[in-house]
C-alpha cells in the first residue's frame, strides 16, 4: 500500500476515536510540521490560525517538551491566552494528545470529545495511531548523489535532453535517476518529488 493510503487509513481510524475532530503535525521540524491534518471545527481552526495560537498552546508546549500521552484537563502548564478555554466555546471540551518522534522531527497528534473524558484504552487506541502515522510518514534520510544531481537541474528549468548533457549520461539514464528519486520519495510525479525533496531538506 502506499504512504498516502496508509495515511489516509490511519487518519480515518483516527477520526473515528475523535468525534469532534483531531489535529495532527507530523515531523514537526524548524517549527514546521511536513503534515499537517485537522478536522476540528472550520470556525476554531480559523480563530485557531488568525491569533497564531500554535506559538502560544500549551497542548504544542506540552508535545515538544514531552514525548508520551495524556488528558488535556492533566496539563499543567501556563495557559495566559486561555486558549484552552477558547477551544470548549468550539465544542472541544474534552481532550487527548499524544507526542512521539525524536525532539528533532517530533509528532504532536490532538483529539477531541465534546460528551466525556478520553477512557485510558482510548487514549491508548490513539497514541497506537499516533505512532503509526509517524512511522508512515517518516521522510527519508537521504537521495544519492546521483539523484540529487538530476533533480537540481530539472528543478533549474533543464529539460531531460540538457540536464543528461550536463550530467555526461543518456537520457533514458537521466529518467531512470529521476524515477528511483520518485520511489524513494514517495511522489507520483517529479514535480511532487521536487516539492518533498524541498521540503525533507534533501536539497
Known amino acids: 500500500m502506499s504512504q498516502s493510503r ?25 517549527a514546521s510540521p511536513l503534515i ?7 470556525a476554531w481552526q480559523q480563530e485557531y490560525q488568525d491569533n497564531a495560537y500554535a506559538l502560544r498552546d500549551p497542548l504544542v508546549f506540552w508535545g515538544i517538551g514531552i514525548s508520551g500521552q495524556t488528558r488535556w484537563s492533566e496539563i499543567r502548564l501556563p495557559d495566559p491566552f486561555s486558549i484552552m478555554q477558547k477551544a470548549k466555546q468550539h465544542g472541544l471540551l474534552y481532550g487527548a494528545v499524544v507526542s512521539c518522534g525524536p525532539i528533532t522531527s517530533r509528532s504532536i497528534i490532538g483529539a477531541a470529545r465534546g460528551d466525556r473524558e478520553f477512557t485510558d484504552a482510548e487514549i491508548d487506541q490513539i497514541a497506537e495511531c ?25 528543478a533549474d528549468g533543464d529539460r531531460h535532453t540538457a540536464a543528461a548533457a550536463k550530467l555526461g ?31 525533507f531538506r534533501l536539497l
Open 6 to 30: 496508509v495515511l489516509i487509513s490511519l487518519l480515518n481510524q483516527l477520526g473515528t476515536l475523535a468525534p469532534m475532530g483531531y489535529t495532527v503535525g507530523l515531523h514537526i521540524r524548524f
Open 169 to 199: 549520461i543518456s537520457e533514458s539514464a537521466l529518467k531512470a535517476r529521476l524515477s528511483s528519486a520518485r520511489v524513494r520519495l514517495g511522489a507520483r510525479t517529479t514535480a511532487e518529488a521536487l516539492k518533498k525533496a524541498r521540503e
Open 36 to 42: 499537517l491534518r485537522s478536522t476540528y471545527p472550520a
Open 130 to 154: 499516533a505512532r503509526s502515522l509517524h512511522d508512515a510518514a517518516a521522510p527519508p534520510t537521504e537521495l544519492t548523489k546521483a539523484q540529487v544531481e538530476a533533480l537540481r537541474l530539472i
